[in-house]
Structure formats: structure tokens, C-alpha cells
């Protein structure tokens, strides 16, 4: 039987979905207050001192330890007690809370109650007198002394025994309707209590709960020969033992690494404790892998997800919407950014009969051959989004998407693009907890990340094709960008800065989504989705929600 931690009996009683989150999930997001609890916690969270008999406390021993573990096979609950003191011959438990002490009639809310009630339950079952508690409000220096009267100890071996059940059934509790609890809450990006319910009943206010502005972003290194090494709390960009960068470690998101570039081991170790991801892509931007420490531990959702993707019916069912949303996305694309004076009305109407032909294919080769149909439409009219000023210059003129390699400049920056967003949807999902390489649509072939490729459909015309002809028509991007050889096209280092520095720029753009109604960052907008695709794999919502802009 696995042991309960008294905590978890805290967020239990305050949110059982929380609770489940944490706890079976293994989910967890700092914010604010957990942060603060943290800090609160220093002092009580140093061993200090050994714990007396239960005989030396009868005798009269007065001793406080700190930091004290304890656990109980009978009761089921394991807990780190942050003080106990002993005194007139029995123990008294302190728990420190960040905060004030509540205006309410016991003083205390019944979770922080709970959780005190059951380290005094494994203080008895130890062999000591434990009678009552304290809660110490760490902002108004107070101690509430907490009775364990039978009402309490009830409720406490109430609380035990419904955790106990909940993650027994292996189903998460439904998120709280409307409850001032959930905006103050760390979880709050990773629950999406109003999204969940909004998309299982189809009604009902969406509160702005996502939208907390990014704080980190990704370091890229693309110098030849580049070291990247930590120094404190600092990440240190050299070339030939020069100095050329430093950032801050905890504003990093992920580091990418292009091309040879060596970083330290103490960097490794530092980013892998921090689950901040290495991206790795080869000197002409080839993505091929990350790594991270020891993964996200939501076993639940990479069950659910292979269960899915050996389902047909599920599969075509999900790829299905993926389509569909990638060619509408094209089409607003291509109506918004025609020439004025160009024709592409043709085309759009070929790529509104390509989506409702997607909305109803039965079969996974079926959809691919509507969606190469569309993409060939689509890529026919592209053309047509480039200012003839540029192409006029002769660099940019486009026939059809052609790689591996790229022969011209605009399928040069598409291709890397794309790679740029198959590493950002790789991490992505990879922190969330799903398989990046086992994937619904595209099948899965060594080394291929096809849930990435899955997923960024319906992305890819807004976060690089959107990028291309921007960087094109406003001139961040020219001809001197590009190395043009037999072979193939690349972008130069310069080229790749300027590219690189688009697509974040895009990434950091707000848009609003047509399903909530608030504005989003395209960042923080592909979390939500692969979220929301979670939530869907674990059956609390009927499908999946794709991204349509308007």
C-alpha cells in the first residue's frame, strides 16, 4: 500500500482534483505562494535534534526538533513534520503556514486542520500522547492551537479513506464550478478548470486563467565551437574562452543547441534539475533530438495515449481535426495575406472543399491524400502572399515546396521554420507528460517525434509560413541571408539570427482564442492545446479542441 502524505490530505480536502493532480499526476508549477511557502518552510525544513523516547517525554523531557519524518503502514499516511515540541508529557505538532490566520470561528480552515490532525494520528500510533497541534501564522506571528477532537479525527480518516478511493478508481476528480480558489491557484495553466467544464457542457464563463505573461525564453547557441558553462545562477556563452553572452538560469526555457557547440556537464546536471530541456539541431538547423532529466511522471496520460494511438477509430477521429484546422489556418492565411489584385479565390474555395472533404474521411491514407491535395492548392498560391517588389530582386521567387534539400530561399526558411517548431512542440509535449514520438497521424518511424508532427498542423501556417512571408515583405530577411549552392539553399548565421528572431517574435504575439475568448500567447497557446488533447485522451472532454484563428 502506498503511504498518503499528510500534504496531500491538505490539497485533498481544499481540491480533490488538485490533489489528484499532484499526487497521481505528478504535476506541480511554482507561483507566488508556493514560493513564499518555500521560503517560509527554510528554517523548519533543517534537521535539528533527535526525537525522545515516548518514556523521556512521560519523565519530564523538554526538547523541539525540526524537520522530523514520520509514516504509519496502519493509518496510511506518511508526513514531514516541521516542528515538534514537547511538553507535560505528550507532543504538540507545528505546522507553519504562510500568511495571515483567517477570520473564522476554529481560526484555521479545515484542510490546514486535516493535515495537522494527521501527523498527531502518526505521533499516537508512534507511542505518544498527542492531544493537539499548532498552526503558525507566519505574517501575523500567531499560534492557533488545534484541538484533535473526534469530530476532526473523523473527518481526517474521512479524508484518507476518499483519497484512498479516488486514486484507486484512476479518474480524475472534475474541477471546481466557478470557485474562487482556482485563480490563486499554481495549477490554475495546468487544471484549466473553466476550459474543461466549458468543453464538456458547452456553456458557461471562461475566466482569463492561462494567460499569465512567459517569463523565460529559449537560449539559442549557434557559434562554431561555443561553450556554454553555468557560473552561479548564471548560464555563460564563450567562444574561444571570450565571453560573448550570459543569462540568468532561471529565465531560460529550454537551450538549443545548433551545430558543435559543448556544454559543461555542471550545466547539464544544473538544466536537467531545473527540467529545463537541450534541443539539439544540426549546424543547418536540422532538429534531432532533446534532452531532460527524468521526464514528466504522469504515467495516467502516456497510458491513455497509447491506448489511443493503436485505436483507429480514435486515431482518424483525432487527425481528422487536425487537418481540418491546418487547412482552414491556410486559407485565412492566404485570403488575409494576398496581393492586392491577385487571384486566389480559386484556391480558396479548392481549400474550403479540401476541409469539409477532411471532416469526413474514414481512413488515415485517405486523409493524408486530402491533405497532400490541399497542400500542393495551397502552396500553388503562396506565391501570391510575396511582395513583387522582393521578388522582383530575383531571391525570392516561389514555384513549389520542394526539401531535403531546399533549392530556393523561401523553402530554405520554411524548412527551418518547421524545424523550429517540431523542437518547440517536442519539449512542449514532453513536459506535459505525453510521448512525443507516438503519434495519431503520422506513424511512427525511429527518431521521429510524430505527435510534434501531429500537433503542429494546424500550426504551421500561423507560427512559419506567417513568418516567412512577414520576414520576406518587410525586408528582416534579403538575398545575403543565403548561401546558394548545387546542392541545395541554407540560410547563413546571419540568416538564421534574423529567422530565429522572427519566429519568437511570433511566439511572443497574443491572439485570441476562438473557443475562450481571451488573448493568449502563441507560446504559452501550444501548452493549453497539448493540455487540452491530454484532457481529451483521459476521457474529460468529448474531443479534441483545435486552434482555428479567425
Request: aromatic fraction near 8%; glycine fraction near 8%.
Amino acid at each position: 500500500m502506498q503511504l498518503i502524505p499528510a500534504r496531500m490530505l491538505n490539497e485533498f480536502v481544499y481540491c480533490p482534483r488538485l490533489a489528484y493532480l499532484e499526487w497521481v499526476q505528478k504535476e506541480w508549477a511554482e507561483s507566488a505562494d508556493t514560493v513564499e511557502g518555500s521560503h517560509v518552510h527554510r528554517r523548519a525544513d533543517r534537521a535539528s535534534g533527535e526525537l525522545p523516547s515516548p518514556e523521556e517525554v512521560i519523565d519530564g523531557a523538554v526538547r523541539q526538533v525540526s524537520a522530523l519524518s514520520l509514516s504509519s503502514d496502519s493509518i496510511g499516511v506518511t508526513a514531514k513534520l516541521d516542528v515538534l515540541e514537547t511538553s507535560d508529557g505528550g507532543v504538540v505538532p507545528v505546522d507553519y503556514k504562510r500568511g495571515k490566520r483567517p477570520h473564522t470561528a476554529r481560526k484555521a480552515w479545515d484542510p490546514e486542520r486535516v493535515q495537522l490532525c494527521a501527523q498527531g494520528m502518526l505521533l499516537e500510533d508512534a507511542g505518544y500522547r498527542c492531544t493537539s497541534g499548532v498552526l503558525y501564522f507566519v505574517a501575523s506571528r500567531e499560534r492557533v492551537r488545534v484541538d484533535f477532537d473526534d469530530e476532526l479525527r473523523a473527518m481526517t480518516r474521512n479524508a484518507i479513506d476518499r483519497l484512498r478511493t479516488v486514486t484507486g478508481i484512476g479518474e480524475i476528480p472534475p474541477p471546481l464550478e466557478d470557485s474562487p480558489k482556482c485563480p490563486r491557484c499554481s495549477l490554475v495553466g495546468i487544471c484549466l478548470p473553466d476550459e474543461t467544464r466549458y468543453l464538456q457542457t458547452g456553456s458557461g464563463g471562461v475566466r482569463p486563467l492561462a494567460v499569465a505573461q512567459t517569463r523565460s525564453l529559449p537560449l539559442y547557441v549557434q557559434a562554431h565551437g561555443a561553450k556554454v558553462s553555468k557560473r552561479g545562477e548564471q548560464l555563460i556563452v564563450s567562444v574561444d574562452d571570450e565571453e560573448v553572452s550570459r543569462v540568468r538560469t532561471a529565465e531560460v526555457s529550454q537551450l538549443v543547441s545548433m551545430g558543435n557547440v559543448y556544454i559543461t556537464t555542471p550545466t547539464l546536471h544544473e538544466l536537467m534539475q531545473r527540467d529545463i530541456p537541450i534541443a539539439w539541431h544540426s549546424y543547418g538547423g536540422w532538429f534531432f533530438g532533446h534532452s531532460h532529466g527524468n521526464g514528466h511522471g504522469n504515467v495516467e496520460l502516456r497510458t491513455a495515449q497509447y491506448r489511443a494511438s493503436f485505436d483507429e477509430h480514435r486515431c482518424i477521429a483525432t487527425a481528422r481535426g487536425w487537418i481540418d484546422a491546418k487547412i482552414r489556418n491556410c486559407r485565412v492565411l492566404l485570403r488575409r495575406n494576398a496581393r492586392k489584385g491577385s487571384d486566389v479565390s480559386s484556391v480558396i474555395k479548392s481549400l474550403n472543399r479540401f476541409a469539409e472533404q477532411a471532416r469526413r474521411c474514414r481512413a488515415i491514407e485517405t486523409l493524408l491524400g486530402v491533405e497532400g491535395a490541399a497542400a500542393a492548392a495551397y502552396f500553388s498560391a503562396f506565391d501570391q502572399m510575396l511582395k513583387q517588389s522582393q521578388k522582383r530582386a530575383g531571391a525570392f521567387k516561389f514555384r513549389n515546396r520542394n526539401r531535403r534539400p531546399p533549392t530556393d530561399p523561401v523553402n530554405a526558411m520554411l524548412s527551418f521554420g518547421y524545424a523550429l517548431l517540431t523542437r518547440t512542440l517536442t519539449t512542449t509535449l514532453a513536459s506535459v507528460g505525453f510521448d512525443p514520438f507516438r503519434g495519431f497521424l503520422h506513424q511512427p518511424r525511429f527518431g521521429r517525434p510524430a505527435l510534434a508532427l501531429d500537433m503542429m498542423e494546424p500550426f504551421r501556417p500561423l507560427l512559419v509560413d506567417s513568418v516567412v512571408v512577414r520576414a520576406i515583405n518587410n525586408g528582416e530577411i534579403s538575398d545575403k541571408h543565403f548561401v546558394v549552392t548545387e546542392v541545395g539553399t541554407n540560410l547563413t548565421d546571419a540568416g538564421r539570427k534574423a529567422f530565429i528572431r522572427a519566429f519568437e517574435q511570433r511566439m511572443d504575439q497574443e491572439v485570441t482564442h476562438p473557443s475562450f475568448g481571451y488573448k493568449i500567447e502563441y507560446r504559452r497557446l501550444l501548452e493549453v492545446q497539448t493540455r487540452l488533447l491530454a484532457r481529451h485522451l483521459l476521457g474529460e472532454i468529448p474531443s479534441n479542441p483545435n486552434f482555428v484563428t479567425r
